[in-house]
C-alpha cells in the first residue's frame, strides 16, 4: 500500500510539473499560432469532408450508370458502376455492423444506396460483364480520355473490345506490370480476368 502511494504522490507532482510547464508553453506566441493553426486545420479537414461527401453523392445521383458484375477478392455477386465507381458491395451483409469500420468513400456509398433506397440500380445501362471494378474503372477512364464526348453504348463496345485484347492477347508478367502501371492500377495487380478473381 506504501510503495502505491508514493507511486501515485510521483505522478501527481510529474502531472503537476507538466500543466506549469504546458500554461508556460501556451503564453509564447508561437505556441498561441501553432495552436491556433491546428485547431483551424481540424476544422477546414471537417468541412473538406462534409463537401467531399456532397460532390460524391452529387456524383453519383446524375451519374447514368454503366453496372458491371463488380467483381471482388472476397465477394462476386454485387454490380458496380464504371463511370462513378459506385459499388454496391458496401451492402453485403457485414457491412451495416461494421458501418464504422468502413472508408469514407464507402460510407458515402452506402448512405447513398439507404436514402435512394437502392433506386440507383436501376438507373444506367446494366451490361453482362463480370470484371475487377478497378480494372474495369481503369479502362474506361482511358477510353473517355481518348474520347471524351463518346456515347455510353459506343464506350461498352469500346471497353468489350479492350477487355477482350487484355484478357486474350498474352503478355510477359513484364508487359502485364507496365499495362498496370499505364491503367495506374499498380505493378502487383493481377485480376486480369474473371476466374483471376473468381477461385
Not at 14 to 23: M, P
Request: hydrophobic share 30%; net charge positive.
Amino acid at each position: 500500500m506504501e510503495s502505491l502511494n508514493e507511486q501515485y504522490k510521483k505522478v501527481v507532482e510529474e502531472r503537476e510539473k507538466l500543466i506549469k510547464q504546458i500554461d508556460d508553453l501556451q503564453k509564447d506566441e508561437n505556441v498561441k499560432l501553432y495552436l491556433e493553426s491546428i485547431s483551424q486545420n481540424n476544422q477546414l479537414i471537417h468541412k473538406q469532408e462534409k463537401l467531399y461527401q456532397k460532390l460524391k453523392t452529387e456524383e453519383y445521383a446524375s451519374c447514368n450508370h454503366i453496372w458491371i458484375t463488380a467483381l471482388h477478392d472476397y465477394d462476386s455477386n454485387y454490380c458496380g458502376c464504371i463511370k462513378c465507381g459506385l459499388d454496391q458491395i458496401v451492402f453485403r451483409p457485414d457491412c451495416h455492423t461494421y458501418y464504422h469500420l468502413l472508408t469514407l468513400d464507402q460510407k458515402i456509398m452506402y448512405d447513398f444506396f439507404e436514402s435512394n433506397d437502392r433506386l440507383a440500380l436501376r438507373q444506367g445501362i446494366k451490361t453482362k460483364i463480370f470484371c475487377d471494378l478497378d480494372l474495369a474503372k481503369a479502362i474506361y477512364s482511358r477510353i473517355k480520355n481518348s474520347h471524351p464526348n463518346i456515347d455510353d453504348k459506343t464506350a461498352i463496345k469500346y471497353f468489350k473490345v479492350a477487355l477482350n485484347d487484355i484478357r486474350h492477347i498474352k503478355v510477359s508478367k513484364e508487359r502485364k506490370k507496365n499495362r498496370a502501371k499505364r491503367l495506374s492500377l499498380g505493378p502487383n495487380f493481377k485480376n486480369w480476368k474473371a476466374k483471376d478473381v473468381m477461385k
